[in-house]
């Protein structure tokens, strides 16, 4: 399965998605989505609550299946993208097994991926170290802090390098300053990786902060309204008192207030 | 560093709680003893008579009962302490009921996974797992026995089964609950690494529902003390905690203290399997338990 440098990673056609279809409890989530996420890129989802976005990451995954059009993954289907576990998940809530140590948490893809021992043992110790979490791996979950159990999530969805990120709102429970210190660490490890990451947050500076691309959708049906694109080059601390950093925000907010709804 | 001096102190501290609830069981008795000999078996200052008689027939004093425990009595051609006679028979009480246990939990478990699998076998299973429990032991036990003997089973595998039969269903309801209580974040991380539903089922859902097992598998113990001397009595075995106190309590007329004896016997039993189980379940569950921050 051979992908060109110009293979997109996502590609989303015409993709419809009702829920409850046929009974009458209808619900119109996505309409007349397309769009096309680059190799590489880190693109953004923003819109007010009920506007889709999390649906969309789950059609991605193939955790659900659209009512029309078609999704690829890498030039596959997103089914085959998910039985071939192309892609890794991180969820608003941690997610861990509280019954395994950390480094069990981050090895259960690769167990699951039939890896030795050694080999598993051998990758938990780089992407705990990834993660700047060395000294914990034989720590339960419970025995973590919020931001750091969601770093072992995040170091459990990379642990098999899959060229594809989906993250829901994952620093959405953290509170500020971790959720900063988080957003430079997550910005860091893409740099590292070179993995594409689909990231949904209704936060404006957090997508202003991490993206290459910012979409905005708009509510019910949710539809593409606008696609931002971001230039603040590298991201230090600093760049969070950029004037541009606050124009992107600006172009953000300005957008999701024509969308009109609640973020 | 404290973690094994805090299990001593654990232990130690149910040890005391246990000594505690003895000596208020036998002040309470006595002191309902007491004032209903004062009073000539009413409630003090009124012609109400007390719920349960006070005579030494009735409630014979906790002292009796703990000197009848060191008396001898005679088991064949020897003679023995009451209290070694009794965990004699304890021990084959014991290993019908542990037979019993291990088999309605896997049974129980077993259950809960095809309910767990087949949306269909929980609706038809379900009522009659539920409806299984009002049938009364003391009817179905012959049917058992009668059936074992055609089968030209021993007896230890009829009471057994009876056993069985009172223990698989806490197991079976709480396993279920268990199975099914991992969140949808975790089926979604699962069903994100396609992994086929076995693959779910031990990597997930089966480590999820052991803090739902081990209170379930208590009361199960117990229960499979409480099956095998049900069994016991009414297949007429010559061993066992469950003649023992058949024999005592036809004699229960002249020599209460015999058949208080070995209901403490029987207590005592209930106890020890319900404090392994506790202790199993501190060494599969401690390591997740401690919480810190």
């Known amino acids: 399965m051979s992908t060109g440098a110009d293979t997109p990673a996502v590609q989303v056609d015409d993709v419809d998605m009702v829920f409850n279809e046929g009974s009458g409890g209808e619900v119109a989530a996505l309409s007349g989505i397309n769009l096309t996420i680059r190799a590489g890129e880190f693109v953004t989802l923003i819109g007010p609550s009920g506007c889709g976005k999390s649906t969309f990451l789950r059609l991605v995954a193939d955790l659900l299946t659209p009512t029309a059009g078609s999704i690829s993954v890498f030039g596959q289907s997103a089914h085959e993208s998910r039985t071939g576990q192309d892609y890794g998940m991180v969820f608003q809530h941690a997610g861990l097994f509280d019954w395994r140590k950390v480094k069990a948490n981050i090895e259960l893809p690769l167990e699951l991926r039939g890896w030795s021992k050694a080999d598993r043992a051998a990758r938990s110790a780089e992407m705990l170290d990834l993660v700047k979490l060395d000294e914990f791996g034989d720590l339960y979950p419970r025995q973590l802090s919020g931001g750091m159990q969601q770093r072992v999530s995040i170091a459990r969805a990379l642990s098999f390098e899959p060229r594809l990120l989906l993250m829901d709102e994952p620093f959405g429970a953290l509170d500020e300053m971790t959720r900063e210190h988080m957003q430079s660490e997550l910005l860091r490890i893409w740099g590292e990786t070179g993995t594409t990451v689909v990231f949904v947050t209704h936060s404006i500076s957090e997508a202003a902060f991490l993206s290459n691309r910012v979409i905005v959708l708009s509510p019910r049906p949710g539809r593409v309204h606008s696609i931002i694109d971001v230039d603040l080059g590298e991201r230090t601390p600093d760049t969070r008192e950029d004037p541009d950093f606050f124009t992107a925000a600006t172009t953000i907010r300005e957008a999701l207030r024509s969308v009109g709804g609640a973020v | ?293």
């Open chain 2, 1 to 293: 560093m404290s973690a094994r001096s805090e299990t001593a102190t654990k232990a130690l501290r149910s040890v005391v709680t246990a000594a505690l609830a003895i000596i208020l069981i036998v002040l309470v008795w006595e002191g309902y003893k007491w004032t209903g000999q004062q009073t000539g078996g009413t409630w003090p200052g009124t012609g109400i008579e007390l719920p349960v008689s006070t005579d030494d027939i009735i409630m014979p004093h906790a002292s009796d009962i703990a000197a009848e425990l060191v008396s001898d009595i005679r088991d064949g051609r020897s003679t023995l302490p009451l209290s070694v006679f009794l965990l004699k028979k304890a021990w084959f009480t014991l290993q019908e009921a542990a037979i019993g246990f291990f088999l309605g939990s896997v049974i129980g478990i077993g259950l809960a996974v095809l309910m767990l699998r087949w949306r269909v076998a929980e609706r038809g299973l379900l009522p009659w797992i539920n409806v299984s429990q009002t049938v009364p032991l003391i009817a179905l036990a012959p049917i058992i026995v009668t059936w074992g003997r055609n089968q030209g089973l021993p007896d230890i595998v009829s009471i057994s089964l009876i056993s069985t039969y009172l223990t698989f269903f806490p197991v079976a309801v709480s396993a279920l609950r268990g199975l099914q209580s991992p969140d949808s974040a975790h089926v979604e991380l699962m069903r994100s690494y396609a992994a086929p539903w076995r693959t779910t089922l031990f990597k997930l859902r089966l480590p999820a529902a052991r803090p739902y097992l081990f209170p379930a598998f208590k009361i199960a113990a117990t229960l499979s003390v409480v099956g095998a001397i049900v069994g016991e009595i009414s297949i007429g075995t010559k061993t066992g905690l469950g003649r023992a106190i058949l024999e005592f309590a036809q004699r229960y007329a002249v020599w209460p203290e015999r058949l208080y004896a070995s209901v403490v016997g029987a207590a005592v039993l209930g106890l020890f399997v319900f404090g392994m189980i506790s202790l199993a379940e501190r060494l599969v569950l401690r390591r997740t338990d401690e919480v810190v921050a």
